[in-house]
Structure formats: structure tokens, C-alpha cells
């Protein structure tokens, strides 16, 4: 059975930080690529960043310079290091695993809310 679990998600003031945390069971982690989306009340869910089973790493372009993500194999473990928070990065955030060789899976976790307010 496959499970993403995310975690660390919360209530922080504008210009906090949160890390956000992403377990994976039940695949082979390291054939995966690992992003984080979010999703705001009565917005379209939008991809975060995504950091690829080589490692390479993009970010989506108001995150750039503030989100850091990364992975830990090791853990079956992919992270999302949030600083300088703003209210418009309130969402729930979901962390999707994707793998295209040698066949093509994808999962979803059940998303952890993040709340930046004052």
C-alpha cells in the first residue's frame, strides 16, 4: 500500500518559517520524483517545486529564493523548507510522488494546511 504522509504544516506570522515534511512507503522512493503543490481556497492546485531522482530541482517562480526542497533517500523523505512567508502562501499544501520508468505511477498525500496570518 502506498502512502505519502505529510506533516509540519501550521499557523505562522509573515516573515516565519515553516519545513514541511513528506514520508513515502510503499514505492521505490528513489525512482521518484518528488514535488510539493498547493492548493488556496477557490484557486487551481499549483505545482511548488519539484526535485527529480537525480536531483535536479525547480521551483515555481514566486517561491524562488524563499522555498528550498529537498530529499533524503535514505528516509524515503522529501522536504519543503519554508522561509519569509507571506499571506498569499496560505494553502493546503500536498506532496505527489511521480514515476514515468519503467512504468508510470503517481500518488498524492492528503495535504497538510499552512496558514500564514498576523
Known amino acids: 500500500q502506498v502512502q505519502l504522509v505529510e506533516s509540519g504544516g501550521g499557523l505562522v506570522q509573515p516573515g516565519g518559517s515553516l519545513r514541511l515534511s513528506c514520508a513515502a512507503s510503499?514505492?521505490?522512493?528513489?525512482?521518484?520524483?518528488m514535488s510539493w503543490y498547493r492548493q488556496a481556497p477557490g484557486k487551481q492546485r499549483e505545482l511548488v517545486a519539484t526535485?527529480?531522482?537525480?536531483?535536479?530541482?525547480n521551483y515555481e517562480g514566486s517561491v524562488k529564493g524563499r522555498f528550498t526542497i529537498s530529499r533524503d533517500n535514505d528516509k524515503n523523505t522529501v522536504y519543503l523548507q519554508m522561509n519569509m512567508l507571506n499571506p498569499e502562501d496560505t494553502a493546503v499544501y500536498y506532496c505527489?510522488?511521480?514515476?514515468?520508468?519503467?512504468?508510470?505511477?503517481?500518488?498524492w498525500g492528503q495535504g497538510t494546511q499552512v496558514t500564514v496570518s498576523s
Open positions: 526535485i527529480t531522482s537525480g536531483g535536479r530541482i
Open positions: 505527489n510522488g511521480h514515476q514515468t520508468w519503467p512504468r508510470e505511477y503517481e500518488y
Open positions: 510503499g514505492i521505490i522512493f528513489s525512482l521518484y520524483s
